[in-house]
Nanobody
Framework: QVQLVESGGGLVQAGGSLRLSCATS????????MGWFRQAPGKEREFVAA????????YYANSVQGRFIISRDNAKNTLYLQMNRLEPEDTAIYYC?????????????????WGQGTQVTVSS
């Protein structure tokens, strides 16, 4: 089992920044590839970013490439998502997720464990 707890969401104006955190437990964190997904009202949950266990490789959705940065601190068992130049279209519940393996999780079907989500609201 893997437990995931997100934090850091909130309300921000367009153009602003937020950093999300995801505290993990239950497995050796450095063995897990991790990802962030989001779900906007009335839309399906979508991939945002992913990172391998060592942190040496990352992958982003086109919609956030160049604005968001995914990172991890394996000593703290924590995943991060730095979100810059936020847009109203980024408004969603953001979920930390993992498939419980070293495989990069870029699709919902890859995910075995989800966090409870944290709300991000970007005002125009």
């Amino acid at each position: 089992q893997v437990q995931l707890v997100e934090s850091g969401g909130g309300l921000v104006q367009a153009g602003g920044s937020l950093r999300l955190s995801c505290a993990t437990s239950g497995r050796t964190f450095s063995n897990l590839a991790m990802g962030w997904f989001r779900q906007a009202p009335g839309k399906e949950r979508e991939f945002v970013a992913a990172i391998i266990g060592s942190g040496g490789h990352t992958y982003y959705a086109n919609s956030v490439q160049g604005r968001f940065i995914i990172s991890r601190d394996n000593a703290k068992n924590t995943l991060y998502l730095q979100m810059n130049r936020l847009e109203p279209e980024d408004t969603a519940i953001y979920y930390c997720a993992t498939g419980g393996s070293a495989i990069l999780p870029t699709q919902r079907r890859d995910i075995r464990y989800w966090g409870q989500g944290t709300q991000v609201t970007v005002s125009s």
